[in-house]
């Protein structure tokens, strides 16, 4: 497909129409038999998904769809998996705090995105940076763990999403107030997509921006494993984040500014989402962290997240990512004393440290709260707006 502006337009268009055709189906199905709790439960007995996996056990339809799901995408190689691996074994910890935090934001900024999330209930409303963070920390802890793309153990948990993803479409279906003219299909191709893009070649942006190192060989691993998360959303291949980085920036690049918006949804999901995190911090970091994701998205679309700003803070960041030390006496002070005055040291490496860590504690809260260590499919629609 050629990139230009004409044909982006009419893809995003008609991405925009499309939901998930056979993960529709057998959802609106368990729905309105009332089997999603029991589809639920069974999804913990089921860790792995392959060309070898026993589904006997399972209702017939899901284990027929389940065999579908798990064909691997259709460009697959050896060299994508161990490209993507090589970026885990780098970067895994970094990278899934950012994910976490820069990633889940990024997504608020889509208004039809935040517009949903927040209309669905759990996921948006008081509890929903628990209940969103559940539903993606198992996602990115699962993508750098030993021989995941290969064993079928992301797969699972990937087609798991998918078929939340579904569960979201149908229950607004259902409920016969989505406006359909105006947002399109709810969690759309295009907004599954341009999630994809956020979680991936933003990341690997905002790592740039924070003087992160990443070789071109791991950012392309990282690209790697993106795509292969994006084919077992349900994404058709035509539609599929390209493994290459410089493409996928070069798209991501020109559509994102058409479509991130400050909204009162997003604004509202990015403040819950920070007052969140905030607990799981030591005391003093609060506002270095919030200054490392400002850095990281940068100052345009941090304002539209409604992100505070701190002059002091903000000026250090931009900075630090260039390598300077303006910041080191300040983290040291911010972070408890436990920063130290180094000259030519990038300060963010130590709130990097810090928030990883503490994303470790948030990720561990998020999969283990009401035990919902899994993703879970939705049997109603809790709106709570």
């Not at 982006?8 to 529709?24: F, Q, R, S």
């Not at 935090?101 to 990024?106: Q, S």
């Not at 009162?264 to 962290?289: C, S, W």
């Amino acid at each position: 497909m050629a990139l230009t502006t004409a044909t982006i337009a009419a893809e995003l268009e008609a991405a925009n129409k499309v939901g998930d055709p056979d993960a529709d189906t057998l959802v609106s199905d368990l729905i309105d038999n009332r089997e999603v709790d029991g589809v639920n439960a069974l999804f913990r007995t089921i860790n792995k998904l392959g060309p070898n996996q026993d589904l006997s056990l399972l209702p017939p339809r899901l284990a027929e769809f389940l065999k579908k799901a798990a064909a691997p995408p259709p460009d697959w190689s050896e060299a994508d998996v161990k490209a993507a691996e090589g970026f885990f074994a780098h970067h895994h910890g970094e990278a899934s705090m950012l994910q976490g935090t820069v990633g889940l934001i990024g997504t608020y900024l889509s208004p039809t995105g935040a517009f949903t999330l927040r209309s669905t209930g759990r996921l948006g409303g008081v509890e929903g940076p628990g209940r969103r963070l559940s539903q993606s920390s198992r996602l990115f802890v699962d993508m750098g763990n030993k021989n995941a793309m290969r064993d079928g153990s992301l797969t699972a948990t990937v087609t798991k999403v998918r078929l939340v993803h579904a569960s979201v479409r149908q229950l607004h279906k259902k409920s016969g107030v989505w406006d359909y003219a105006k947002w399109g299909e709810p969690v759309s191709q295009k907004y599954t997509t341009g999630a994809t893009c956020v979680f991936s070649t933003q990341i690997l942006q905002g790592m740039k921006n924070l003087g992160l190192d990443v070789s071109k060989d791991d950012a392309r691993g990282f690209m790697c494993a993106w795509h292969y998360v994006n084919h077992y959303l349900g994404t058709p291949e035509k539609w599929l984040v390209p493994k290459d980085v410089d493409q996928t920036e070069a798209l991501w690049n020109h559509v994102r500014d058409q479509e991130w918006k400050k909204t009162d949804d997003g604004v509202f999901m990015t403040e819950q989402a920070i007052n969140f995190y905030r607990k799981f911090l030591p005391p003093g970091a609060h506002d270095m962290y919030v200054a490392m994701i400002r850095t990281a998205l940068t100052d345009k679309y941090a304002d539209m997240a409604g992100l505070k700003r701190n002059a002091l803070l903000d000026a250090g960041g931009k900075l630090a990512a260039g390598g300077h030390s303006v910041l080191s006496g300040t983290a040291g002070g911010l972070l408890g004393g436990g920063a130290k005055k180094t000259v030519g040291v990038n300060p963010y490496k130590e709130i990097l440290g810090i928030a990883s860590k503490a994303f470790n504690e948030v990720e561990r809260y998020a999969l283990t709260h009401d035990e919902d260590d899994q993703p879970q499919m939705h049997q109603e629609l809790d709106d709570n707006r």
